[in-house]
């Protein structure tokens, strides 16, 4: 469907054509006076210089064409020439009923069957995941959620960081402490063990301790440089010790990840590219997009206009090791060859921007990618605790995903006790809610800003059941389910005819807008528009509940529109949560 500001301005646009003015000034808006209007056109102004003429005059002009129809009830000129319109209710009667109760609320099908890739989560094997990495994956996955639901077939991909530096710094690291085991005995013939040797236990202490010993001591970094490019070469008892890693670090990623309600599509890594490397780099070679650089192997990617300096990407470096960049490039290879996408877009801390920039360039330089796949870096800010600074465990650790979605639940069950809601659950139902509540808190939290800016993570904030938070939108969502089960069991209609009333009218505006709030994520790559609408549509309703009588109501056509009209706002809910990747209890 289209928008009800999208349908007005088709309107509206009409009349400053039949004025010899250009279509795009006809744009109608929200009013940002919703006291003085729904709506406003202020086209008047920008047409008066264009037609040499007074804005007012513009203005009355379109007025008088405008007043001719019924889709407005009134059509007003403000100020220099804003022209403020509210539209009839015989018209919003019937774009409520054939465009925002159609199927799926009409949402138009924008994706048209495209490929979206979307790279998000990017945890590292080996290494615990941080709050980076739960950023990432709670927006890659609202964006996937909303782009699919506008019709495009987005595919989440969660690339794993799994070939890089601290993969050697492991390997060297467990080698220096038992050079017995098979894995590094050059002449083992195998098969090694099928039990990894390593836990995830292990790894807490493992990535830290190697990774300081090579910041201290030049020589041990060598040696896990050495380790890696063995890797890749892919030596036969390092990779199968690798392989254990994947392993014990997969299914943990998976079990966290599960638990936040996360999808991935794809299960690729940095490694799953290896082999495609080097048929591309020959290639880069041949079509002189390679060049030797002090023995290194890079792609230059400055251009003549850029005014800061932008350095190549580096496919080898000396020691023959393949780099981030690398292996971002290959990855590019693999997902124009599979899936010829649209767009490909990197939900990645915004710190790595110019690891995009070249991987952009490079891929666009040597015909990688082609001028119709557009490359998106989403680059997001860091999630800072109360004192500003980034978000650390009270010993000053990284806060583990795990701990972090417990401390909410655990928060979720306080705040649940304090309000005496859910006193007559049982303990199981009572623990699945704190866990919704509290994931809701944390996911809600993160959405509600635009990517690129920090934000605070306050746990008592975020789970208040007041203000803008996930708790509050849930306990209002809740409210509404339970008022239609009410009804339900008083054998009440809930599906009859919502008739528009001075009630209901601002709800009814506000869902309108839908459309445009979903083409806005999409266009932005910033869920924050759809968590502002949320917001909104929860408060109008809430103002609306307050306003009449629902159940109480005598009158039973009237009684029926309210309780449609909440059945409406209950989907609506259900269906936009569900696109931020949060559930809706059926009770609290
Ligand atoms: N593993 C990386 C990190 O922890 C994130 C990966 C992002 N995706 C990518 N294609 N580079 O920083």
């Given at each position: 469907?289209t928008?009800?500001?999208?349908?007005?301005?088709e309107?509206?646009s009409?009349v400053f054509?039949?004025?010899?003015?250009?279509?795009e000034?006809?744009k109608?808006?929200?009013?940002?006076?919703?006291?003085?209007?729904?709506?406003?056109?202020?086209?008047a102004?920008a047409a008066?210089?264009i037609?040499?003429?007074?804005?007012r005059?513009?203005a009355?002009d379109?007025?008088?064409k405008l007043?001719?129809?019924d889709i407005?009830d009134s059509?007003e000129?403000?100020?220099?020439?804003?022209?403020?319109?509210?539209?009839s209710?015989?018209?919003?009667?019937?774009y409520l009923?054939?465009?925002?109760?159609g199927d799926?609320?009409?949402?138009?099908?924008l994706?048209e069957?495209?490929?979206?890739?979307?790279?998000?989560?990017g945890?590292?094997v080996?290494k615990?995941?941080?709050v980076?990495?739960?950023?990432?994956?709670i927006?890659?996955?609202?964006l996937?959620?909303?782009?699919?639901?506008?019709?495009y077939?987005?595919?989440?991909?969660?690339?794993?960081?799994?070939w890089?530096?601290q993969?050697?710094?492991?390997?060297?690291?467990?080698?220096i402490?038992?050079?017995e085991?098979?894995?590094?005995?050059a002449?083992?013939?195998g098969?090694?063990?099928?039990?990894?040797p390593?836990?995830l236990?292990?790894f807490?202490e493992?990535?830290?301790t190697?990774?300081k010993?090579?910041k201290?001591d030049?020589?041990?970094h060598?040696?896990?440089?050495?380790?890696?490019?063995?890797l890749?070469?892919?030596?036969?008892?390092?990779?199968?010790l690798?392989?254990h890693?994947?392993?014990?670090?997969?299914?943990?990623?998976?079990?966290?990840?599960?638990?936040?309600?996360?999808?991935f599509?794809?299960?690729?890594g940095?490694?799953?590219?290896?082999?495609?490397?080097?048929?591309?780099?020959?290639?880069l070679?041949?079509?002189?997009h390679?060049?030797d650089?002090?023995?290194?192997?890079?792609?230059p990617v400055?251009?003549e206009?850029?005014?800061?300096?932008i350095?190549?990407?580096?496919?080898?470096?000396k020691?023959g090791a393949?780099?981030?960049g690398?292996?971002?490039l290959?990855?590019?290879?693999e997902?124009?060859?599979l899936?010829?996408?649209s767009?490909i877009?990197?939900?990645?801390?915004?710190?790595?921007?110019?690891?995009?920039?070249?991987?952009?360039?490079?891929?666009?330089?040597s015909g990688?990618?082609s001028?119709?796949?557009?490359?998106?870096?989403v680059?997001?800010g860091?999630?800072?605790?109360?004192d500003?600074?980034p978000?650390?465990?009270?010993a000053?650790?990284v806060?583990k995903?795990?701990?972090?979605?417990?401390?909410?639940?655990?928060?979720?069950?306080?705040?649940l006790?304090?309000?005496?809601?859910?006193?007559?659950?049982?303990?199981d139902?009572?623990?699945?809610?704190a866990?919704?509540?509290?994931?809701s808190?944390?996911k809600?939290?993160?959405?509600?800003?635009n990517p690129?800016t920090?934000?605070?993570?306050d746990l008592?904030?975020m789970?208040?059941?007041?203000g803008?938070?996930?708790?509050?939108?849930?306990y209002?969502?809740v409210?509404i389910?339970?008022l239609l089960?009410?009804a339900l069991?008083?054998g009440?209609?809930?599906e009859g005819?919502?008739?528009?009333?001075?009630h209901?009218k601002?709800?009814?505006?506000?869902?309108?807008q839908?459309?445009?709030?979903?083409k806005?994520?999409?266009?932005?790559y910033?869920?924050?528009?759809?968590?502002?609408?949320?917001?909104?549509?929860?408060q109008?309703f809430?103002s609306f509940?307050?306003?009449?009588?629902?159940?109480s109501?005598?009158?039973?056509?009237v009684?029926?529109?309210h309780?449609a009209?909440?059945?409406?706002v209950?989907q609506?809910?259900?269906?936009?949560?569900?696109?931020?990747?949060i559930?809706?209890?059926e009770?609290?």
């Amino acid at each position: 469907m289209t928008s009800l500001t999208d349908l007005l301005t088709e309107h509206v646009s009409a009349v400053f054509v039949s004025s010899d003015l250009p279509a795009e000034l006809g744009k109608v808006n929200v009013s940002d006076r919703p006291d003085l209007a729904q709506f406003q056109c202020n086209g008047a102004m920008a047409a008066a210089k264009i037609a040499k003429k007074a804005p007012r005059q513009i203005a009355e002009d379109v007025v008088s064409k405008l007043k001719d129809n019924d889709i407005f009830d009134s059509v007003e000129i403000a100020g220099p020439g804003f022209i403020n319109l509210n539209v009839s209710d015989s018209f919003l009667q019937n774009y409520l009923e054939t465009s925002i109760l159609g199927d799926n609320f009409s949402i138009p099908d924008l994706g048209e069957g495209n490929t979206i890739v979307l790279d998000y989560g990017g945890p590292n094997v080996g290494k615990p995941m941080h709050v980076g990495h739960l950023r990432s994956s709670i927006i890659g996955d609202s964006l996937r959620r909303v782009f699919n639901y506008l019709g495009y077939k987005a595919l989440g991909d969660v690339h794993l960081g799994d070939w890089g530096t601290q993969m050697g710094m492991i390997i060297s690291e467990l080698e220096i402490r038992n050079p017995e085991w098979p894995y590094f005995d050059a002449d083992f013939t195998g098969p090694y063990p099928e039990e990894s040797p390593v836990t995830l236990k292990d790894f807490e202490e493992l990535y830290p301790t190697a990774s300081k010993a090579c910041k201290e001591d030049p020589e041990r970094h060598e040696r896990a440089k050495q380790a890696t490019v063995d890797l890749q070469n892919k030596r036969a008892g390092y990779i199968a010790l690798w392989q254990h890693f994947v392993n014990v670090s997969v299914a943990s990623i998976k079990t966290n990840f599960g638990a936040l309600n996360v999808h991935f599509d794809l299960w690729n890594g940095e490694a799953s590219v290896h082999d495609l490397i080097a048929p591309m780099v020959e290639k880069l070679k041949a079509s002189s997009h390679a060049v030797d650089s002090d023995g290194a192997l890079v792609v230059p990617v400055q251009s003549e206009d850029d005014t800061k300096e932008i350095p190549p990407l580096i496919l080898y470096k000396k020691d023959g090791a393949v780099m981030y960049g690398t292996t971002d490039l290959a990855t590019l290879v693999e997902r124009m060859d599979l899936y010829a996408p649209s767009k490909i877009v990197y939900i990645v801390d915004k710190r790595q921007h110019l690891h995009f920039e070249q991987v952009f360039r490079a891929g666009r330089l040597s015909g990688i990618t082609s001028d119709t796949t557009e490359l998106v870096h989403v680059g997001y800010g860091t999630m800072n605790g109360t004192d500003g600074k980034p978000f650390k465990t009270r010993a000053g650790g990284v806060m583990k995903l795990e701990d972090l979605i417990k401390m909410a639940r655990e928060k979720a069950t306080e705040r649940l006790n304090e309000a005496n809601i859910g006193d007559n659950l049982s303990d199981d139902e009572k623990h699945d809610i704190a866990t919704k509540i509290g994931l809701s808190a944390i996911k809600f939290s993160d959405l509600q800003n635009n990517p690129v800016t920090d934000y605070i993570f306050d746990l008592d904030r975020m789970t208040s059941f007041e203000g803008k938070t996930g708790p509050y939108i849930l306990y209002q969502a809740v409210r509404i389910k339970s008022l239609l089960r009410k009804a339900l069991e008083q054998g009440v209609n809930v599906e009859g005819r919502i008739v528009i009333s001075e009630h209901n009218k601002k709800l009814v505006l506000l869902m309108g807008q839908l459309p445009n709030v979903l083409k806005g994520v999409c266009k932005s790559y910033s869920p924050h528009i759809l968590a502002d609408y949320i917001y909104n549509l929860a408060q109008e309703f809430s103002s609306f509940y307050n306003s009449c009588h629902i159940l109480s109501e005598e009158d039973a056509s009237v009684k029926e529109s309210h309780l449609a009209l909440c059945d409406l706002v209950s989907q609506q809910l259900d269906v936009t949560m569900g696109l931020l990747g949060i559930e809706i209890p059926e009770r609290m």
